[in-house]
């Protein structure tokens, strides 16, 4: 049974940084194309950040140069690091496994996701 886990989320400032952690089990995700998505509330689930198995990457637009994905292989782990964070980033995280790299779509296993609240 795969299980994703997600923590690392919290309440920051406009400017500050969060890392968010997801703990893969029951499967080694280095097999998979593992993501990031976040959810406000009243709006869409989108995606924020992928990366395959070959280790490339790839940001929404509203994200990129501010966040980096990457993975522990050895602790099957998926972090986002996400610096200069602004008010627009508050959502509800979620990691997910077995996405479609190139179209940006999610695959079926989906952690709990953890809050991330940006505000002054």
């Known amino acids: 049974q795969v299980q994703l886990v997600e923590s690392g989320g919290g309440l920051v400032q406009p400017g500050e940084s969060l890392r968010l952690s997801c703990v893969a089990s029951g499967s080694s995700f280095r097999f998979y194309v593992m993501g990031w998505y976040r959810q406000a509330p009243g709006k869409q689930r989108e995606w924020v950040a992928l990366t395959n198995g070959d280790g490339s990457t790839k940001y929404a637009v509203s994200v990129e140069g501010r966040f980096s994905i990457s993975t522990d292989n050895a602790k099957n782990t998926l972090h986002l690091q996400m610096n200069n964070l602004k008010p627009e980033d508050t959502a509800v995280y979620y990691c997910?496994?077995?996405?479609?790299?190139?179209?940006?779509?999610?695959?079926?296993?989906w952690g709990q996701g953890t809050q991330v609240t940006v505000s002054s």
């Open positions: 997910n496994q077995g996405g479609n790299y190139y179209w940006n779509t999610p695959g079926k296993y």
